[in-house]
């Protein structure tokens, strides 16, 4: 995320790409380990992604 930061616009997709993974991993772990981690990681990353479209 910071080298997406430090990129500027150019960084948009490097930003995109990340917070994906991060949203993604937290559904694996949501599915697997404890629902807990759905809304402790996966929807501050859902939240971020729309922010950054919503912003770009």
């Known amino acids: 995320m910071i080298w997406g930061l430090y990129l500027g616009e150019a960084g948009f997709q490097v930003k995109v790409f990340f917070l994906l993974c991060v949203?993604?991993?937290?559904?694996?772990?949501?599915?697997?380990?404890?629902?807990?981690?759905?809304?402790?990681?996966?929807?501050?990353?859902?939240?971020?992604?729309?922010?950054?479209?919503l912003g770009a």
């Open 23 to 53: 949203a993604i991993t937290g559904l694996y772990g949501a599915v697997t380990v404890s629902r807990k981690i759905l809304y402790i990681q996966t929807v501050p990353a859902a939240v971020a992604l729309i922010g950054l479209w």
